[in-house]
């Protein structure tokens, strides 16, 4: 009994073939995706919206002072 179960064991799993050339696609697909994904994080970081920078949201605000520097 343990033979029938062990032939049959082997033989379901070399049944089993891969699609290399769908595997090979994919793979190229998904490679390229992430790689402009990648990119394209790496270059919105580089290049921020000037206009939320130069107006301010809120009301006027203090003018700023200076601190002279201290000597010891």
Do not use: N, W
Not at 12 to 36: K, N, P
Not at 45 to 58: I, M, N
Not at 61 to 68: A, F, G, Y
Request: hydrophobic share 35%.
């Amino acid at each position: 009994m343990a033979a029938s179960t062990e032939s049959y064991m082997y033989t379901d799993q070399s049944a089993f073939h891969y699609d290399y050339e769908t595997l090979r696609t994919t793979g190229v697909v998904l490679a390229v995706v992430m790689f402009v994904t990648g990119i394209l994080i790496a270059m919105s970081k580089k290049f921020k919206c000037s206009k939320s920078k130069s107006s301010p949201v809120e009301g006027p605000q203090p003018p700023k002072t200076e601190v002279p520097p201290q000597t010891v």
